[in-house]
């Protein structure tokens, strides 16, 4: 479906490390987002979803055979810290998207501090991705997706924080969207 419907493109595959712990850190715009990027990394990766997803009982059961786990939003959720832990202990990739929710148009204006903090706590390499086009897929009152062309960008891995401190969760988070935007700049 990325290939044909999406005329996906994908730079950067190479870049991603196909054992060990890894934190896949991603701007986000769409619901297409969590299978867009799994299927691109080519390795089972682990979200975080929001918890209002797992009440709803079909879809409840599909996220959490792509690895998804419930994270309360708006708070620091140690379940959710503690999911991420455990999946990377698993040999998972954990994806975390760096907003923390939908941007309108998959630029990351406001990260958040969770994906560095679990990167610090599991001393785990972030790998920034950037998903371009995917803001594009659902209209507003629109049943089906559109086909819009989709890209795919791997950075290089970032080093984890040697540290909890809130400046190096700050500095390493600010690397990670500031690599991720340039990515998402150099568009299609």
């Avoid at 990027?37 to 059961?61: D, G, T």
Wanted: with cysteine.
């Amino acid at each position: 479906m990325l290939r044909v419907y999406f005329r996906g493109h994908i730079y950067g595959a190479e870049k991603v490390p196909q054992i060990g712990p890894l934190l896949v850190v991603s701007n986000h715009a769409s619901d297409f987002d969590p299978p867009i990027l799994s299927c691109c990394m080519r390795r089972p990766v682990a979200y975080m979803a929001k918890e209002e997803l797992f009440r709803i009982p079909v879809l409840k059961q599909a996220i959490t055979l792509y690895g998804a786990y419930p994270v309360k939003r708006g708070s620091a959720d140690r379940s959710a810290i503690r999911a991420a832990l455990a999946s990377l202990d698993q040999g998972w990739a954990a994806g975390v998207f760096i907003t923390g929710t939908r941007t309108p148009d998959g630029r990351v204006t406001d990260p958040k501090l969770g994906a560095a903090m679990i990167a610090a706590k599991a001393q785990v390499p972030l790998l920034p991705v950037s998903l371009w086009g995917t803001h594009a897929i659902f209209r507003k009152g629109s049943a089906f997706p559109r086909p819009v062309p989709v890209t795919v960008r791997v950075g290089d891995p970032i080093s984890p924080p040697s540290s909890t401190e809130r400046n190096e969760l700050e500095a390493v988070t600010q690397q990670c969207a500031d690599a991720i935007n340039a990515m998402h700049d150099l568009g299609r």
